[in-house]
């Protein structure tokens, strides 16, 4: 079946514009993150969506970053005003739900402020 | 808060030489224990996982075993292929219930 995807899988932009990055979890998966992966680093939690509950937020770094997730579909992570220290490939995730359950992972959508 | 700290890299080793990746962790709780690979231009994928304390999680020739008294999770293989090389991490999933990961190990494998 279909894995995660995720959309543009490269985006190059210009400091001070935003951008808006797609992820389209697998059907069925109630849970859907969001990571960022800068050069020669580890994956850093940005938020996460499980079911209807309300997010968890506590990973993004600023009130630039924002994500909305329509029910159990497609989820949008914004960047508003982009800086330079943005530029990061940005990982989103779904599992059946939160916790223990595997996470799969999409592509990724690399992100270069220029 | 939690925090996985795994060996650095890179680590370059001959085919079939044995192979360590260490991993350690703070958490609080009980948390599960996971490694995850991605191999060159892939995506990230899970290894293999562990979410109690003795427990070995195993796949591909990996083993890890979850040490609750070293707060550890090293990763083992006896024998390394070519194909082996990749970048490894290890995380963990606390009370948060999100993944926090280390910051990877490259690993190559000469033939």
Request: net charge neutral; charged share 20%; proline share 4%.
């Amino acid at each position: 079946g279909a894995g995660v995807s995720q959309s543009p899988s490269n985006k190059v932009t210009e400091k001070g514009k935003d951008v808006e990055l797609r992820c389209d979890p697998i059907s069925g998966h109630t849970a859907l993150y969001w990571y960022r992966q800068r050069l020669g680093q580890g994956l850093e939690f940005l938020i996460y969506f499980q079911g209807n509950s309300a997010p968890d937020k506590s990973g993004l770094p600023s009130d630039r970053f924002s994500a909305e997730r329509t029910g159990e579909s497609v989820s949008t992570l914004t960047i508003q005003r982009t800086q330079q220290e943005d530029s990061a490939v940005y990982l989103c995730a779904s599992s059946l739900a939160k916790g223990a359950y595997e996470q799969y992972f999409g592509p990724g959508t690399r992100l270069t402020v220029t | 808060g939690d925090s996985v700290t795994q060996m650095e890299g890179p680590v370059t080793l001959s085919e079939e030489a044995f192979l360590t990746i260490n991993c350690t962790y703070t958490a609080t709780g009980y948390p599960s224990l996971f490694w995850y690979v991605q191999y060159p231009g892939e995506g990230l994928q899970l290894l293999l996982k562990a979410t109690k304390a003795d427990d070995k999680g195993s796949n591909k020739g990996f083993e890890a075993t979850y040490r609750k008294e070293t707060t550890s999770f090293h990763l083992e293989k006896g024998s390394v292929q070519v194909s082996d090389s990749a970048v490894y991490f290890c995380a963990l999933s606390g009370r948060a219930q999100k993944l926090v990961f280390g910051q990877g190990t490259r690993l190559t494998i000469n033939p």
